[in-house]
Structure formats: C-alpha cells, structure tokens
C-alpha cells in the first residue's frame, strides 16, 4: 500500500506554526518564570516560600482581594443585566438602532481612564453622599469599562442563532418577552455570556487607574502600595492574578469547545 507524502506546502506550514508557537510561548511565559522565581527567593540564595503565605496573613491584601472580587462579580451582573435584554430587544424590535448602540458600547475603548475620572469624580461625590464610599460602588463605573469587551462576546452570540425565529415561535405558544430571554436567548447563548462575563472579571481584577485615582483599595492598588516595601509578596500577588486569568480564559475556550460538541453530536 502506497503512502501519500505531504505536499512541501503543507509541511512548511506545518512547521511555520510550531515555530510561531514556540516563540510565543516563551515570550509569555518566560516573564511568568521570572516572577515566579523572584517570589521565591530568600536570604542568601535560597528558595522561600515567605512572599505567598504572606499573601494570606496581609489583612489589607485579604480586603482589597475580597473586594476586588466582589467589584468583578457585582460588575458582571450589572452588565449582563444591561446588554442582554436590551441587544435582544434591539434585533428583535428596533434594528434600526445597532449601530447606535454599538458606537455608545464600544466609546469607553476610546476614551483614556484619566479622562473617565475626570468625568465621573463630580458624579461620584453624589454617589458617595448617596450610597456610601464604599469601594463597591465602582460596580456603576466597571460596568461601563466592560461594554466594548462584553458587547462584542454577546453580540456574536446573539448573531449565530435566529432569534427572530426562535422568539416569534415563543410568543405563538404563548411566552412572556420575560420567558422568551430567561428559558430561550440565554440557554442559546450560553457561552457568549459566559465569556462576556470572564473578559469582565479579568478586566476589573487588573483595573488600577480608576481605582486608584478615586481613591479606592482595590487589589491592584494594594499591590502597589505594597511594592513599596515587599518586592517579592507585590510580585507574588501579580503572578497569582495572571494565572488566575489565564485559568479563567482556558475555562473559557474549554466550555466553547464542549458547547460545540455538543451542537455537533445534536
């Protein structure tokens, strides 16, 4: 039995990407060494653990941790409840209005965060006077950080479905719009919200600027205050988030994979 040989083409190309692979993977992942083995150095060269157990016996870092998480849980809700209604509503009723509503989406990408807390530090004395300084009210101005990322994940979710379709055929066996969106748009779009709400996460756990310049502890401005005297439990910490991340965006693709899998197999 013959063997067919592959093509050059398909060889070099082959042979391209591994090489394209490789380098990328060492470009990112080499710094990731470095902070790991920085984190673990201790006193006259040798391995100590000190800078990740320190993490947990900081009760400021604990906080601003806890808070952080609770902005990015609060910020995701805050705009999933936003965006998905109101872009289901837009294809369905009002199409006229996409890109509209695309251009206010995506502006925050455009505008430097020193230029959003310039806008919005007069907005938050009223919130502050209102509902507390809390540093969970940065849920309002997270929100709005995340629509051009969560806007782009949700609309091609909504774009592979048809939910014209799928929603006049609710309505005929007699849905509420509110039934139509809980039991019909968000099962079929499932992985769009889901990686709506990691891109929201990942962005509110890094975010500094905002944070720091409304004069709010959230995590990465700990970080930084903490650099100032401990180098290695700062790095500890930033290495930590960037895994963190990571675990969060593989989680993403592996649930995208299995919701095609399981598209294909139906």
Known sequence: MAVTAKPPRKIAGTVLRVVVLLVLGFYFILPLVAMGEF???????????????????????????????????????????????????????????????????????????????????????????????????????????VLPFAYRAIDAGLASIDLKTLAEAARSLGASWGTVLWRIVVPNIRTALIGASLLSVALVLGEFTIASLLNFETLQVQVNLIGKRNAGLSIAVSLACLVFAFVLLFLLSYVGQRRRATVVED
């Open 39 to 145: 984190s673990t150095r201790g006193i006259n060269n040798t391995r100590s653990l000190d800078s990740w157990t320190g993490i947990f016996e900081d009760p400021d870092l604990v906080d601003s941790i806890l808070t952080s998480v609770e902005l990015a849980v609060l910020s995701s809700v805050l705009m999933l409840v936003l965006l998905v209604p109101t872009m289901a509503w837009i294809r369905l009723r009002l199409p006229k209005l996409r890109r509209v509503v695309e251009f206010l989406c995506l502006l925050p990408l455009t505008i430097p965060a020193i230029v959003l807390v310039v806008g919005m530090a007069p907005l938050y004395a009223w919130v502050n006077y209102f509902l507390g300084d809390s540093p969970l009210t940065l849920t309002f101005v997270y929100a709005v950080l």
